[in-house]
């Protein structure tokens, strides 16, 4: 559904950034740990949109599972998270 949602030009660049990340979270909630870091991973360069914290917590999961041997995604991960508002 949300991969649909990703097909729409007049999508705002905050609501794309965030669809994008709903599949990573649906993939941890079904219990596939290893696909979800996957599909975070694969989403690096969208990260650099992120203005909400919304989208930041279908990723905290992944982020928490992955630890500190997140590497980059994880370092990406947390000083986009300290640069938004709590």
Do not use: C, W
């Amino acid at each position: 559904m949300y991969r649909r949602l990703l097909e729409d030009p007049g999508l705002s660049v905050r609501n794309r950034a965030h669809y994008r990340t709903r599949p990573t979270g649906v993939l941890f909630g079904e219990g596939d740990t290893r696909e979800a870091v996957s599909e975070a991973r694969a989403l690096r360069p969208a990260l650099t949109k992120v203005t909400s914290v919304r989208t930041l917590n279908e990723l905290r999961p992944v982020r928490a599972l992955s630890g500190g041997a997140a590497g980059e995604l994880g370092a990406q991960f947390d000083q986009i998270a300290r640069a938004l508002p709590a």
